[in-house]
């Protein structure tokens, strides 16, 4: 394991046992409800249409990431495009129930994280700061971008979402928030799928605000 990642790993662990200290000492955090199931989520966001019945997770998956809810969903765009989307929501994340980092979970069959970059797609009060990141296992790529979403913010960087975790802990008694992640295959290249893909999260950003708890 390298020293950038082992360093990374010792941050998140200690903001989350910060987390967790400061609000079993004093802080009642409060469990915050979805609008609407993931599920309800609509078909057509733009030019995509989601296909296909939900997919649901095997059982190990659920009981690692213990998610309140989630969506697993395929939409096409009309040129034949396929991006795959996952929304994680979890109503109060508490030690042992919180959001996993990609950049952990998403390696393994032989895929390996060859490239992360910060990237920005146009959000509903302007542009977010998303996670890109390609995948690579022999020839074949992933291009998947993620983010944060809850609490009223889209946050790219996982140290800055549990630093604001801890104060929202705090301040508001809420620890709610949801995993956003976005993968689709490169048949075109990378930079063609990115585009793709910041395209459909332009329009999937604001449609979870209708979903998420409310600001």
Not at 73 to 98: D, S
Not at 166 to 178: E, K, P, Q, T
């Amino acid at each position: 394991m390298s020293k950038r990642r082992t360093k990374g790993l010792f941050i998140a662990a200690a903001l989350l046992l910060l987390a967790a200290l400061l609000i079993s000492v004093g802080q009642e955090v409060t469990p915050q409800k979805l609008q609407a199931p993931l599920d309800q989520l609509p078909l057509a966001l733009g030019k995509w249409r989601g296909i296909g019945a939900d997919m649901p997770l095997d059982q190990d998956t659920i009981a690692l990431l213990r998610p309140t809810d989630y969506l697993l969903r395929n939409y096409a765009n009309p040129g034949g495009g396929i991006c795959a989307v996952f929304v994680a929501f979890f109503a109060l994340q508490q030690e042992g129930q919180i959001i996993h980092s990609p950049r952990h979970c998403l390696p393994g069959n032989g895929w390996q994280i060859s490239s992360r970059q910060a990237v920005e797609v146009e959000g509903p009060d302007g542009p977010c700061t998303v996670n890109h990141l390609i995948l690579s296992r022999n020839l074949d790529k992933l291009s998947v971008l993620y983010w944060y979403q809850g609490r009223g913010r889209v946050e790219a960087d996982e140290y800055m979402d549990r630093a604001r975790l801890v104060l929202d802990g705090i301040l508001d008694n809420r620890s709610d928030g949801a995993l956003v992640r976005l993968t689709m295959d490169t048949p075109r290249g990378v930079a063609h799928s990115l585009a793709l893909q910041k395209e459909l999260a332009s329009r999937l950003i604001p449609a979870l605000w209708k979903i998420l708890p409310p600001q």
